[in-house]
C-alpha cells in the first residue's frame, strides 16, 4: 500500500480540523437556539420565554393569527378574555380583541385591546414595569392609568388621512402608573422630573421600545406630552420601530 504524501497528510488533516471545526460549530449553534429561541427569527414565540432580540418582530405578526395569539396568552396563564369582533365600517373595528383581566389592574377597567398589544403589554408589566418599580421605588405597580385603546379615528383626530392604530385597537395610551405604597406617577406631571418618577417613567419608554413597534413619549412632540403610545403597527414585521 502506498504511503500517504507529507502534502496528502496536510490536505487530510486540514479536512479533518474543518469537520471537527463545522461539528463544533453545529453544536453551539443547536445548543443556543433551544436555549435563546428569543434571539433567533424561524423559533416559534413563547410569551413565558424572556424578551430577545427577535421578540418584538414575532408580537407584531401575531395580527395575522389571531388564534395563534389567544393560544399563546393561554399557554402563559395570562387569563385576558376574547371578546366579540367589533366592526364600525370602513377601517374601523377588530376581529381580535382581548379584554385584558389579569393580577396588574388596568383603570378604567374593561380594556380591550388586539391581541398582539395584549400579549406585549403581558410582557411589558414583567419584564419592563415590575423590575422598574422595584428599582425606582422597592414597591409593586397596583395599576395602569390609560386613556383608552379603541377609537374609530385618523391620526391625530384629522379629518382625512392615514387611520390611526386606535382605529383597530392595536394601540394603548398610558397615562400615569399607581403603586402599592400609594405613590403616583403622571406623564404630564413627572415626565421632565430629575427625580426617581421622571427616572421611572423613562426606563418604561426604553423598555416598551424592545415590544412595541411604536412608542411615542411626551419627548416626541406636544400631542403626546400627556402619555405614552404603544402600538403594533405592520411596519415592527420588518424589523424596524419608531422609538422616540
Not at 426617581?196 to 417613567?201: D, E, Q, R, T, V
Request: with cysteine; proline share 5%.
Amino acid at each position: 500500500m502506498a504511503r500517504l504524501t507529507t502534502q496528502q497528510t496536510r490536505r487530510t488533516l486540514w479536512w479533518l480540523l474543518v469537520l471537527i471545526l463545522l461539528a463544533g460549530a453545529y453544536h453551539y449553534a443547536r445548543e443556543y437556539v433551544r436555549r435563546h429561541p428569543q434571539d433567533v427569527p424561524w423559533t416559534a414565540l413563547d410569551l413565558r420565554d424572556p424578551v430577545g432580540r427577535f421578540t418584538l418582530r414575532k408580537l407584531v405578526s401575531l395580527g395575522d393569527q389571531p388564534a395563534q395569539c389567544r393560544a399563546l396568552l393561554s399557554l402563559a396563564g395570562i387569563a385576558d378574555v376574547p371578546v366579540q369582533p367589533k366592526r364600525d365600517g370602513g377601517q374601523c373595528g377588530y376581529a381580535d380583541g382581548m379584554r385584558l383581566v389579569r393580577n396588574m389592574k388596568f383603570a378604567p377597567s374593561g380594556l380591550v385591546t388586539a391581541c398582539p398589544v395584549a400579549a406585549a403589554l403581558a410582557l411589558f408589566e414583567r419584564d419592563v414595569l415590575r423590575p422598574a418599580a422595584a428599582r425606582h421605588f422597592a414597591t409593586e405597580i397596583a395599576a395602569i392609568e390609560h386613556a383608552g385603546s379603541y377609537s374609530c379615528r385618523r391620526l391625530y383626530g384629522r379629518a382625512e388621512g392615514r387611520y390611526s392604530e386606535h382605529a383597530t385597537a392595536d394601540a394603548i395610551d398610558i397615562i400615569g402608573f399607581r403603586f402599592a405604597d400609594g405613590t403616583h406617577v403622571s406623564l404630564v406631571r413627572d415626565w421632565r422630573s430629575d427625580g426617581p418618577k421622571g427616572a421611572f417613567l423613562r426606563d418604561v419608554r426604553d423598555g416598551a421600545c424592545g415590544l412595541f413597534a411604536t412608542v411615542l413619549s411626551p419627548d416626541y412632540n406636544e400631542p403626546h406630552a400627556d402619555h405614552l403610545h404603544l402600538d403594533q403597527a405592520a411596519r415592527g414585521k420588518m424589523g424596524w420601530s419608531l422609538c422616540r
